[in-house]
């Protein structure tokens, strides 16, 4: 029980500083995958039209969701991954499920919010009816994007976890004087197995995020395959990889900054957990 109440609280506070630090890059996706921008360049142009204050527009409804849901999710990878150890060391498998446990878990509670999240990116500062959560159930659409928010988390996160797991062990394993797979890792080292995880999964997982932004636009309410079809019209392969760069120099920053915090913040929480069971 205390080994999960640490899981979530350090994924939610990994989850929260993610967030903030990223959102701006997370905007521009946004305008890419949805096609009302061809570009980087033309993405930003329209966001340095409005003023800085938009380039965080959409973060309070993922604020109020994402530390949660990325609690949640730490938690199924804290149980795949505390399985594994008392199994086997070396078995990924168990963490790769518990990350598909815990992208499953993420996915409904954050589904909702990023459908508020992606409509008030795309509506344009100032106007009328600005979209809202009361806007969503009236609009019957709070579940819009539901399924391929699933494809896009739950296989993705497995390989997320199991890549980050892997690429630890491997570092670790590299460490002067290494005798435990448990051996802190130097902050470059762990960052970069973060990194090299978001690089994997995002590969693997990134055609459902495009799918999903689509999905979730005002004023359309397209099947995954409906979606999907029309992207391929559009461009083939390379539509579903729009913005796939843009992508990636967000999730590798917010990968690493989400392993390295939640590992501190877990060891602070099971250190002080530890204590007040001693006494």
């Not at 949660?68 to 078995?91: C, Q, T």
């Amino acid at each position: 029980m205390a080994e999960n109440v640490a899981d979530f609280v350090a994924g939610w506070a990994s989850g929260a500083m993610a967030t903030v630090a990223t959102q701006p890059v997370d905007l521009l996706i946004t305008r890419l995958q949805s096609g009302t921008a061809r570009s980087i360049s033309g993405a930003v142009a329209v966001e340095q039209a409005w003023g800085a204050s938009t380039w965080w527009r959409g973060v309070v409804p993922l604020l109020v969701v994402q530390p949660i849901s990325n609690g949640l999710m730490f938690v199924g990878y804290g149980a795949g991954k505390h399985y594994a150890e008392r199994n086997s060391r070396d078995a990924l498998l168990p963490v790769f499920v518990g990350g598909c446990v815990g992208g499953a878990a993420q996915s409904l509670s954050q589904s909702p919010a990023e459908l508020l999240k992606t409509r008030i990116q795309l509506h344009a500062p100032g106007h009328t009816h600005a979209p809202s959560a009361r806007s969503l159930f009236e609009e019957r659409a709070v579940l819009r994007g539901l399924t391929s928010t699933l494809w896009r988390d739950v296989v993705p996160h497995g390989v997320w976890f199991a890549s980050y797991d892997l690429a630890k062990k491997r570092l670790q394993a590299r460490q002067p004087g290494h005798s435990s797979d448990e051996a802190p890792l130097p902050v470059g080292a762990q960052l970069s197995a973060g990194a090299f995880a978001a690089t994997v999964a995002w590969l693997v997982g990134y055609p459902f995020d495009v799918i999903k932004t689509r999905c979730q636009m005002a004023g359309s309410s397209p099947t995954l395959l409906t979606a999907a079809r029309a992207l391929w019209a559009e461009g083939g392969v390379g539509a579903f990889y729009v913005g796939l760069t843009l992508k990636l120099a967000r999730a590798i920053p917010m990968s690493a900054i989400n392993f390295l915090a939640y590992e501190r913040v877990y060891a602070l929480v099971a250190k002080s957990s530890a204590e007040e069971s001693a006494r």
